[in-house]
């Protein structure tokens, strides 16, 4: 089933409570994806060609002041870190290309979750309702956020498997539904230079838009694109640092709403993961239409 909600923050004034309006929704679609939850926010953007990196690891005691410091002599700066749950992120004066190439070739035991300048990335196995509450989710700001609910149906109940999946810089995707080609396009795509860290459909949609944008498409044309090479059903919505895009596919099985005020726009597999937002009473609500792309923000460059 899997269930995805994403908001996006038009008026600045909800910005300061953007998890604690997106993580009810989430709660929400619990019973749609009670395996795994995860929330890529977009938040605090680094200026001056800096990066944010959020990383993973599995031990609840890892030494993640010793990262820190050690990271810190790597820039020669002071490097900001928020550890929540199993996850920190750091941010520093470094481009993402040497953060990437430091953190891979020192510390191969972290996983890596998301990187650019806007984005952090955090997700977990369980309860979307205790990993709401283990990562703190109600207390961060931001401009918006993609979330999702897994029953994991086709790979493993892991963190990796989880969803949001991010393969380029400050763009991420979530996705309910099953594609069919996904291993030859994970081959095709891997021969482009794009990695995979895991088997997941999910992360070769993530990475055929990151090769679709690499390649020069606006983001609005490569899922106009997808509607052609990824075989299956799925409802995406994917973000990027300046927001957020949804489309479902050309047959649409797969259950999404959307809704839009004056202060916000809202996305969710059930309109009751919206129904709790401010002024949702007054909300253009309606069903997206099969393979049309909606886009809000930046989400088209």
Not at 64 to 88: I, K, P, T
Not at 279 to 301: C, F, L, Q
Request: hydrophobic residues 40%; proline residues 6%.
């Amino acid at each position: 089933m899997c269930g995805i909600v994403g908001l996006y923050a038009k008026n600045p004034e909800l910005r300061p409570r953007l998890g604690e309006l997106v993580s009810p929704m989430l709660v929400e679609l619990g019973d749609r994806g009670p395996d795994s939850a995860g929330i890529a926010f977009y938040r605090r953007p680094v200026a001056g060609g800096g990066s944010k990196i959020t990383v993973h690891h599995v031990d609840p005691g890892y030494e993640w002041g010793s990262l820190r410091d050690a990271f810190a002599a790597r820039c020669g700066a002071d490097v900001e870190m928020e550890v929540r749950g199993s996850h920190a992120t750091l941010a520093s004066p470094l481009p993402p290309a040497d953060v990437e190439r430091w953190f891979g070739e020192r510390h191969p035991e972290l996983r890596v979750m998301s990187v650019g300048d806007t984005i952090e990335l955090y997700k977990e196995k369980g309860l979307p309702v205790d990993v709401v509450d283990r990562f703190g989710f109600r207390d961060i700001d931001g401009s918006h956020a993609l979330g999702h609910t897994r029953m994991a149906t086709e790979s493993a109940v892991t963190t990796e498997h989880s969803h949001p999946f991010s393969t380029g810089l400050d763009l991420c995707l979530v996705h309910n539904g099953s594609l069919s080609n996904h291993n030859r396009l994970r081959r095709n795509l891997r021969r482009e230079g794009i990695a995979f860290q895991t088997d997941n459909d999910t992360e070769v949609a993530a990475g055929y838009l990151t090769w679709r944008l690499r390649e020069g498409d606006s983001l609005d044309e490569a899922l106009e694109a997808a509607n052609d090479d990824l075989d299956g059903f799925y409802t995406f919505a994917v973000a990027t640092r300046d927001g957020f895009a949804v489309l479902r596919d050309p047959i649409a099985c797969k259950p999404a709403v959307l809704a839009e005020t004056e202060d916000w726009v809202a996305m969710g597999s059930e309109f009751r993961a919206i129904a709790p937002l401010p002024g949702a009473d007054r909300a253009e609500i309606w069903e997206p239409t099969p393979g049309r792309v909606y886009h809000w923000g930046g989400a088209t460059t």
